[in-house]
Each structure stands twice: as structure tokens, then as C-alpha cells.
């Protein structure tokens, strides 16, 4: 190409890059917009106070109880880099965040540009991602490497080259580094991979395998007995430190595990290098010791051996055992050409397993030490991680139904619902058909529904780990819709194919008119003049789609929808003694609805009236998905009325801080006005920069505050436990503020039996009009069937500052109240 070419050549955007700098664009605006106006949440502010204590020099031991270091390091980091503050504290988060809106483009090539497109697209509007991609927990980061591994994964099988490895093993160590959901991920995909290898080099190993992971899960889940236990989970022990038994367990009659004890996970969880001032080699042969008691176990030896000696079995009768034909079943897999074999015979090429386990090992070894400082660490990143959070699987904190992630996902994420009920049958239909994408897409579609389950058989279900089924659930849903829109672009295509065959004359005679025959008035072929309109008026118009289908259908369904929102807010505001009840007006759109795509399939075939329907749907409930992602992350975000928002911070909080600020520059200049404040570890956050700040032990006061006290900070339960401490506080003005409020959850989705739950009533009598009312009022505009609980603090100042604090929600100016 000459110089002259080059220079006139210039690059055009496409419209898909167009489609993604939009995207981007809209990512950064919506993850980095008003990112510190919401007040840290409980667990935030532990992760920023730990972060700013690393940032600060006083070091970091890696905890369970908090999860893994990466998120601590990079809270530091980004501290060094920006300061440290609300907004700073959730920016890497936002980084994540955005990353994960954009990181489907990398799927292109295995899901398709168009599946790729809506991912992202989706990804950027969905609820759960925004909502968790603002805030400074670890699930955004687990979530980002989870598709990286994922992408990792599909890549290298499609094209194994050694930067997808390197990439998918640098994003599980930092998974791993990070959170203890990597072992379910780890757990989910091991599965489909190790059954495709064997069916692919030895089957029989299927079996082998299989009955493995069934002896497993018995041995660590049904076979040992169970404890005697108190409220929070800590066994009883009998002289000899032995966990009384409550029963027994089934066949063998076996005690419970020692992570049926909390106190042993909390013993277990992590171990300081100079702990009781002894040496870190000590310090770590207990840590062992202590770890061994578990192991000790007849379940877990026996889990041992029976693994080591099936996998020692399994490597020789694949490696090792020849057949008369003198080769083993690996060397006939490479023979025969299997994928499965020639990936596997591609680690060792180049040492490129070597490679990539240093490069596990390095980022472990770092990350779990901080950076060498708690070598200890090497031991809890793994041992104490597994254990504790085994031991809290029994816990179940935050005690939530088995049906709690599909009410999250059913009010927060519809999208997904629909989604799931198009891509998987989609998918089981790829894979039978052996489509180019079916290896992705099967393991997709394995993915959305192990995940979903395991996540809801887990002990303990919190909000934001929705996000780990949200992922999966996002690319199923984009790759399914557009295989339907596919699907039926294929049909169309063959109607205009049609047409164009029967407008083209079948033999063009010497001298006959061209304009006659373009026109198709010569031979046709021999179709009624009913069939060659019909085949006229259904060539491929917008998306490949009938001309004006879509349009007239999307109106269509518009103007039902429309409809029915009219509809069922006039018969809730019109009360019980309204003459049309909300289900009648749902029974009558969903008979409208139906009749449309029924009337839709008539005039232009299912495979189409399909395809209307799901780009109609995705369209109409991607609206009402926006608008909950709006008041989620803006609006709401920090007023428990929303599920995904469950416990958190009240705005008081950070306003009462913020007034303390501004009362001690006006005083002192600075942020040095004197205070005290409990044990409450939100103040461990808000008050990490304040040299006047002093703790009270235990949240009891041991006399009146010192005459340089302009403030106290402290816990309503503080002040009922301990009278005297209303009584030192004689002479302050105390204002009652909600320090974390929550969900009315016992109200809305809990069943217990009573009939009490807004959930419950509507199984039990989905017809009933004050049950359909309030469940409208919660979709629609986030009204909870009942009043949000809390957790108060007290705020007590000097005369002269309580004006200027000013009073919160159920706050008081009177002294001494």
C-alpha cells in the first residue's frame, strides 16, 4: 500500500465500537456520579477503616472475618493516590465496576458481536451490578475476575494460546486473595471441565469421579453428628474440651465436626506471626495443631484417603494402563484428535503450567503475607478461610429463607427471569447441535444454574452476593435474546429469498421487455397471486425482521402496558370498594398480550412473533429495570426501604459527623473539636483523623466527660445497659439519631406459618386486594408493607452546639431526654 493510499485511508468508527464508547461513557458517568453522597455502610466502613490503617502504616493481618487483603490494598492504594474519604473509599469499586460493564467485548469472538453487545449493555443498567459496583465491598472484585477466568476459559479452548492462561490464572489469585466465594466458583466449573475431559479420554472416569464428589459431600455434610449449641452457635464442651453431642451421626455414630463450634472457626480464622509473644515458627505448629483438630476427624481422614487413593487410581488408568494395543487412553485421545487432550498436552508446551504457577503463588504469597509481614498468612489464606466460613455455613447469619435470592431477582432483575426461561432451552439445543459456540454457551447456561443453586443452598445469603448469579445470568440472557432474533432473521431471510427467486423471470426470451421482467411479470413460479403478496409484503425490513413488524407490534404491546399501568392505578387508589380488582386487570393485559403474539404468530410465523415479543419485553422491562436502578443507587441507596439495601448507614450519620466538622472549624480551626465516642465501629471510620477523639471501652462511661468534651457519641443500647451513663451526661443536649436501619423482611418475604408476610398472603390468596395493593406499591414505588427497624445512637453536645447540630429523624432538643 504507497504512502498516498495510507494517508487517504482513514479509520471510521463502526457501529458496534460507537455502541460501546456510548456505553463506556454512560459506565463511568453512572458508577462515579454522586459516589460519596451515600453514607458508608456498616461493613464499608470497616473495610475503610482497615484500608486506612494499612495506608497509614499500622500494618494488615489477613482475616476471614473480613475476607481476603486485595480489597484492603487497593482502599490503600487509592488512598495514596487521592486521599482518603467517602468518595475515594468506593472508587476502586466504581473502577471495577466499569470494567465489568465493558469486559463482554472480550466474549465476542465465542458469543457472538451481538450477544457481546447486549451483556454490556445490560451489565451497564442492571440493579445488582450498579448497586454493588458502588459500594466498597469485595463482591465487584470477585465478580470482575470471575469473568476474566470465565473468559480465560472459553478463550483458550477456542485458541490456546499462553496470555489467556496467564490471564485466567492472575485473575483467580486474585479472586482467591479476595474472597471465599473463588471455592464455589472454583467448585462450579471444576465440575463441567473434569466431565468433559473424561468424556472426551476416558469416560468410565465420569463414574469414578462422580461417586468421589457424592462420598465428599457425605462425608463433610451428612455423615458426622451434630452439636449442642447456644444462640450463637458455640458448642458446648464437656471437661475434656470435647463438643457434647446432640446426635450422633447417621451409620457410623461419628461426633460433630469442630466447625460445627463458632468459636473454633473464630479460633481458627487467622493467627498473628508474634501471638503471645512467642516466634513465628511456634505461633505456626500451633496454628497446624489447632487446624489438625478438624482434620482429625474420621470424616475428613477418611475424606482424605479415599481422594488421594480415587485420583491416584484415575491418573494410572488414564496415564498409566495400556490396553493390547500397547497405548494408554491419553495417548488414543491425542491420536483421535480429542480438544480435551490436545489443551491439556498444551500446559506443558513452553513450561507454561510452570509459569503460571508462579505467578498463583506469587500473588498468593504477597497479598496473604502483606507482603511478608504476616507469613502466618500463608496458612489462613487457605486452612483458616476454609474453615471459618464452613463453620459459618452453619451459622447462616442473616438467616434468610432458601426463596430469598429469587424474590431479589424477581423484583430487581426480571430481565434475568425472562432470560433464563429463552436461553436455556436455547443453550440445551446448541450443545445437542454441536453449534461453534456450544462449548461457551453450555458452560454459561451450567453456570446461571449452579450458581442460583448453590448460592441459595449456602448458609449464609446476603444482597450482594446476588451478583455472583447476576454475571451468568446476564450472558445467558444476551446470548438466548439474540439467538432468537437470530432465529428468526434466518426465516426471513428464506421469505426473501423466496421472493427474489419468484420476481426473477424463470427463461428471459430474445427481445423481451426488461423492465417487464424485473418487475417479475414474466414466468413466476407457480405460486397463487395470495402467496407472491404475502411473500412481497414480509421481506426483511429493520433487524432483519418483516418491514414494520416491529414497529407495529412494539406499539401494540406499548399501548397494552400503558393500559394496565393506567388501569391498576386507578383500582388501587380507588380502595377495596373499587368494582375491578387488580387481578383482573393483570388476568385481562395478559389476555391481551397473548392474543398479540398469538395474532403476531398468525400473520408472521412463531420463530417470529417469538422474536417481536422478546426484543418488545426486553425493551418494555429494561425501563422498569432503569428506573429501579436509578432510585437503587440514587435516590434510595441508603434508606433501608429497598431489599437490595437490607442493613444500612443513615443519612444522620454522616450529617452529624459533618456538623461536628464544620462546629470545630469554626472553634479550632481544624477537625480537633474533643469528643468521645463507644464501640460502635462506625466511628472507627468517620473519626479515624480526629486527634481530640477518644474511645470509651465497652460504650460505658466511667465518669461525667471531661469540661474540654464538646460531644459524646454513643449507642442507645449503651445508654439502656448502662443508667449511669444518662446520668454522667447531665448538663448535654441528647439527640437521638438512627444509626442502621433495615428491611421490614419478617413483613414482606419471610414465611413462617402465620400468614403474617406480604409474600406468604399472596400464596396463600393471591386475589385478595389489600395484598395485590401493597404488593404494587412495593414494585412500583419501594412503599414496604411495614416501617423499617433500626439501631439508634445518641449524639449528646454541649448547649451551645445542639442548634447547630441540629435534630434527626426522632431526635430531641431537651436535656437530658
Not at 451 to 464: C, D, L, N, S
Request: a neutral charge; glycine letters at 8%; one cysteine or more.
Amino acid at each position: 500500500m504507497s504512502i498516498a493510499e495510507i494517508v487517504e485511508r482513514r479509520w471510521t468508527p463502526t457501529v458496534e465500537q460507537l455502541c460501546y464508547a456510548v456505553i463506556a461513557v454512560l459506565a463511568i458517568v453512572s458508577r462515579l456520579w454522586a459516589l460519596g453522597d451515600r453514607a458508608l455502610h456498616h461493613d464499608e466502613t470497616l473495610h475503610a477503616a482497615y484500608s486506612w490503617f494499612l495506608f497509614s502504616g499500622r500494618g494488615y493481618m489477613h482475616d476471614p472475618l473480613l475476607h481476603g487483603p486485595l480489597l484492603y490494598f487497593l482502599g490503600a492504594l487509592f488512598f495514596f493516590l487521592f486521599g482518603d474519604n467517602d468518595t475515594t473509599t468506593r472508587l476502586s469499586a466504581a473502577l471495577f465496576s466499569i470494567a465489568l460493564t465493558l469486559s463482554p467485548i472480550l466474549l465476542r469472538p465465542v458469543i457472538g458481536r451481538r450477544a457481546a453487545l447486549v451483556a454490556s449493555l445490560y451489565l451497564l443498567i442492571s440493579p445488582v451490578a450498579l448497586y454493588v459496583g458502588r459500594f466498597f465491598r469485595h463482591d465487584i472484585y470477585s465478580v470482575v475476575c470471575e469473568m476474566l477466568v470465565f473468559v480465560a476459559i472459553v478463550r483458550y479452548a477456542a485458541d490456546p494460546r499462553p496470555r489467556w492462561l496467564y490471564l485466567g490464572i492472575t485473575a483467580l489469585a486474585l479472586m482467591l486473595t479476595n474472597q471465599e466465594t473463588t471455592y464455589l466458583y472454583i467448585l462450579i466449573f471444576a465440575v463441567p471441565l473434569a466431565m468433559l475431559f473424561c468424556w472426551q479420554v476416558y469416560r468410565p472416569g465420569i463414574a469414578l469421579l462422580t461417586g468421589l464428589g457424592v462420598i465428599l459431600a457425605l462425608l463433610v455434610f451428612v455423615l458426622p453428628g451434630t452439636a449442642v449449641v447456644d444462640g450463637a452457635h458455640h458448642a458446648r464442651r464437656d471437661a475434656n474440651g470435647a463438643i457434647e453431642v446432640a446426635q450422633p451421626g447417621p451409620i457410623f455414630g461419628w461426633p460433630p465436626l469442630e466447625t460445627e463450634d463458632n468459636g473454633y472457626a473464630l479460633l481458627v480464622r487467622n493467627r498473628a506471626d508474634n501471638d503471645g509473644g512467642r516466634s513465628v515458627w511456634e505461633n505456626g505448629l500451633r496454628y497446624l495443631a489447632d487446624i489438625g483438630r478438624f482434620v482429625n476427624h474420621p470424616a475428613i481422614l477418611s475424606g482424605l484417603v479415599l481422594s488421594l487413593t480415587i485420583l491416584a487410581v484415575f491418573v494410572w488408568l488414564v496415564w498409566f494402563r495400556r490396553d493390547a494395543t500397547g497405548t494408554t487412553p491419553w495417548e488414543q485421545a491425542l491420536m483421535r484428535g480429542e480438544p480435551a487432550a490436545l489443551l491439556c498436552r498444551s500446559l506443558v508446551a513452553d513450561r507454561r503450567w510452570q509459569v503460571a504457577l508462579i505467578i498463583f503463588a506469587a500473588i498468593y504469597t504477597l497479598l496473604f503475607t502483606a507482603l511478608l509481614t504476616n507469613l502466618l498468612g500463608l496458612i489462613s489464606g487457605v486452612a483458616g478461610s476454609l474453615l471459618y466460613w464452613l463453620a459459618q455455613h452453619n451459622v447462616q447469619r442473616g438467616s434468610q429463607p432458601a426463596h430469598y435470592y429469587a424474590v431479589i431477582l424477581a423484583i430487581y432483575e426480571p430481565l434475568l427471569v425472562l432470560g433464563t426461561m429463552i436461553g436455556l432451552p436455547l443453550a440445551v439445543q446448541a450443545v445437542r447441535q454441536r453449534r461453534p459456540e456450544a462449548f461457551a454457551v453450555g458452560l454459561i447456561a451450567w453456570w446461571s444454574v449452579v450458581a442460583f443453586a448453590i448460592y441459595t443452598w449456602a448458609g449464609e445469603k446476603m444482597p450482594w452476593l446476588t451478583i455472583h448469579m447476576t454475571l451468568p445470568l446476564t450472558l445467558l440472557l444476551a446470548w438466548g435474546s439474540t439467538r432468537v432474533v437470530e432465529l428468526a432473521q434466518q426465516q426471513v431471510a428464506y421469505w426473501q429469498q423466496m421472493w427474489e427467486e419468484l420476481a426473477t423471470p424463470v427463461e428471459v426470451t430474445a427481445g423481451s421487455d426488461v423492465e417487464t421482467s424485473a418487475s417479475g411479470a414474466g414466468d413466476l413460479a407457480p405460486l397463487s397471486a395470495e402467496a407472491r403478496h404475502w411473500l412481497k409484503d414480509n421481506r426483511a425490513g429493520w433487524l432483519g425482521l418483516p418491514r414494520g413488524s416491529l414497529f407495529s407490534f412494539g406499539l401494540l404491546l406499548g399501548l397494552i402496558i400503558c393500559l394496565g399501568f393506567l388501569l391498576l392505578s386507578i383500582t388501587v387508589a380507588a380502595g377495596p370498594t373499587s368494582p375491578i380488582q387488580p387481578w383482573m386487570v393483570l388476568l385481562f393485559i395478559l389476555a391481551l398480550v397473548i392474543l398479540l403474539i398469538v395474532g403476531s404468530a398468525l400473520r408472521w410465523g412463531w420463530t417470529v412473533a417469538a422474536a417481536l415479543t422478546t426484543i418488545c419485553l426486553m425493551v418494555a422491562i429494561g425501563l422498569y429495570t432503569v428506573r429501579s436502578s436509578v432510585r437503587l443507587a440514587y435516590q434510595t441507596g441508603d434508606v433501608a426501604r429497598e431489599m437490595m439495601v437490607y442493613t444500612q448507614t443513615s443519612p444522620d450519620v454522616m450529617r452529624v459527623v459533618r456538623r461536628l466538622e464544620e462546629a470545630a472549624l469554626r472553634r479550632a480551626g481544624g477537625t480537633r473539636l474533643p469528643v468521645m465516642y463507644d464501640n460502635e465501629t462506625v466511628w472507627l471510620w468517620y473519626l479515624r483523623d480526629w486527634p481530640g477523639a477518644v474511645s470509651v471501652p465497652g460504650g460505658r462511661l466511667n465518669g461525667p466527660p471531661p469540661a474540654d468534651i464538646q460531644a459524646v457519641l454513643i449507642l442507645q443500647e449503651n445508654l439502656d445497659r448502662y443508667p449511669e451513663n444518662r446520668t454522667y451526661l447531665q448538663g448535654f443536649v441528647l439527640q437521638r439519631y438512627p444509626l442502621r436501619w433495615w428491611f421490614p423482611e419478617d413483613q414482606t418475604y419471610r414465611i413462617n406459618g402465620t400468614g403474617s408476610s406480604l409474600l406468604e398472603r399472596l400464596l396463600r390468596n393471591p386475589l385478595d386486594y389489600e395484598t395485590t395493593a401493597q404488593l404494587w406499591k412495593y414494585l412500583m414505588f419501594r412503599q414496604p408493607p411495614a416501617g423499617l427497624g433500626s439501631t439508634d445512637f445518641v449524639v449528646a453536645v454541649r448547649p451551645e452546639l445542639a442548634r447547630q447540630i441540629g435534630i434527626g429523624l426522632g431526635g430531641s432538643l431537651r436535656m437530658g431526654e
